[in-house]
């Protein structure tokens, strides 16, 4: 057993308040994502619109708000106007960012009718690859607009008269990769953004709009191309994006757990770059950061439709400790809830996804029960914690807390979230709240096992899900409980 942890905490020692867009996710014209995912008119399980009420009601227990759309790298060629108007005169294209057949059969209306579904708060990404900014401003006014103007009466003629009120725009995605369609220098994209965003704001005042960021902290361009662009931007840029996908590949996982420690980093690089701008161009206004892509991606790297339609591209089958990282990318957004704002989980369904569709049948993989686990207990304000307790040198990045956490105020609750990243200890915890009593575990539940390459199949699909967590003893300002080798626990404790 590992020498014991102590978490400290104050209700007075605040960093945010949790945005909820922090619990977002993001669907892609890509694989089986939308079509065979998300949207199958065929399948029995299939509503009037088309939906997949299977993978709806997953998706409704995460609670997801924000839902970037359409891409990615396909929203780099992607034209809005061939997915809107009647279904049988949209033009089937063969997109280049994935090389697969798009039918278009779902398009801006489609995804706009999921969202209210489900209570999503849509964000779209223009195409500031091979589009224009005209395009874009265009596209404003067919979401936003009342009718009485070319685009918004084509909405009211496509069955919606009244605006589908899109605050949230991306302008772009990954713009200094070389693989994107319309890659161009950081000087180039910002002059494209500036006059992108400047119609789209002017179209509709209300819009809050993501400057694309760097895309990865391995890219020659990280930071300084994100410093060229909010200089240029000015006050046009909202947030600035992040991207992060990380894997075990060297399967070492005391290491791969240890990738917090990173992820905090490039959060707090970002917000250098957004304080410096700020402070150099005498502003008070800053850009706030938005992790519209991230997510554990490293086993399967086929990207080649080779024409097909919805062919089945990067499907991951996650384990264990993929399950563990995801809490430890969620456990880093509640830590910056001061300077974050906006995160989308990259995909939702079958791309690098919680969920895997086959046929008729829906299997939740490990990723789906931190995410769930976060959502139950998302709202409050995010507070500074001191962890005292051993620790372990990781090969690649550094030292690191056996126990990795986050914690939540919410009113007379505490929510508290751990993860033992021990591969064969228990670890015990003490929780210090320093101004308040607690009374009582309100509700708690554990995900782990020995086994960090657990999986689940659609055979057996209850090899890795959470289990209720009661084991929790209280003593005025302290809580006591003994986390399991290789979990995550998620606790509500109400305050005294």
Known sequence: MLEPTTLHLHTRFQIGEVDPRVFG???????????????????????????????????????????????????????????????????????????????????????????????????????????????????????????????????????????????????????????????VPAEHYAIRAQQAGKMMKDTDRSLELVAC????????????????????????????????????HAYDTADYLAVTNSIDHQIEEMDAVCRFVQAKRRSKKRAYLCFDEWNVWYKNHQTDGAGKFAPPLVEEIYNLEDALVVAGFLHSFVRHADVLRIANLAQIVNVIAPLLTQGDQLLIQPTFYPLEMFAQRRHGISLQLETQGPRYEGRTHGPAAYIDASAILDGDRLHLFATNRSLDQAAPLRLHLADRAFCALESGEV??????????????????????????RIEGNQACCELPPLSVAALTLKLA
């Open 447 to 472: 995900l782990g096992g020995p086994d960090p390459k657990a999986v689940n199949t659609f055979a057996q699909p209850g090899q890795v899900v959470p289990r209720p967590f009661a084991q929790v």
């Open 213 to 248: 960021g760097s895309c990865s902290i391995g890219m020659g361009t990280y930071m300084e191309w994100d410093r060229q662009v909010l200089e240029y931007l000015g006050d046009l840029s909202d947030y600035v994006s992040l991207h992060r996908y990380v894997g075990s």
């Open 25 to 183: 996710g993001f669907l892609e014209h890509i694989g089986r994502a939308v079509y065979q995912g998300v949207y199958e008119p065929d399948s029995p399980h299939a509503d009037e619109h088309g939906f997949r009420q299977d993978v709806s009601a997953a998706l409704a227990r995460l609670r997801l708000t924000a839902m970037r759309y359409p891409g990615g790298n396909f929203a780099s060629g992607y034209h809005w106007l061939d997915g809107v108007g009647p279904r049988g005169k949209r033009p089937a294209v063969r997109e280049l960012a994935w090389q697969s057949l798009e039918p278009n059969h779902f398009g801006t209306d489609e995804f706009i009718a999921l969202c209210r579904q489900l209570d999503w708060t849509p964000m779209l990404t223009v195409n500031l690859g091979t589009g224009t900014p005209e395009e874009a401003r265009n596209w404003v006014e067919y979401c936003n607009c009342p009718p009485g103007s070319l685009y918004a009466d084509m909405r009211a003629a496509n069955g919606s008269p009244e605006p589908h009120a899109v605050k949230l725009w991306c302008l772009g995605n990954e713009m200094d990769g070389p693989w994107q369609l319309g890659h």
